[in-house]
């Protein structure tokens, strides 16, 4: 019973957060420099999911066997991501380095 509370809960809280700014600003038209703030949000998310997995293994004693290869792999998914403009690709080029330069770092 309390986990299907628990999911429940979860379920409401999610389409509360996502369904009161669409009541509330239905009508309204939100000004520029809103909408330029909010082009930014995106790119803000994923870097504050991404960033603290690549560098964590730096910080953390018995992780940082991990350390070059996220590194390594990160650095080729930004830059093939940046060339190619490709996420798929990029981010398949990202995965392999990072199995390849743990096998051979390992």
């Known amino acids: 019973m309390g986990l299907t509370l628990l999911i429940v809960g979860m379920a409401l809280a999610s389409f509360a957060t996502r369904w009161v700014p669409i009541v509330l600003f239905d009508n309204r038209e939100l000004p520029t ?49 940046r060339l190619v403009k490709h996420f798929l690709a990029a981010a398949a080029i990202g995965v392999v380095v990072f199995f390849l330069a743990g096998q051979l770092l390992g």
Do not use: Q
């Open 33 to 81: 420099l809103v909408k330029k703030a909010l082009n930014y949000v995106p790119g803000a998310i994923l870097a504050a999911l991404v960033f603290p997995a690549v560098f964590m293994p730096l910080w953390e004693s018995d992780r940082s066997h991990w350390a070059v290869p996220t590194l390594l792999g990160s650095l080729a998914t930004l830059i093939v991501g």
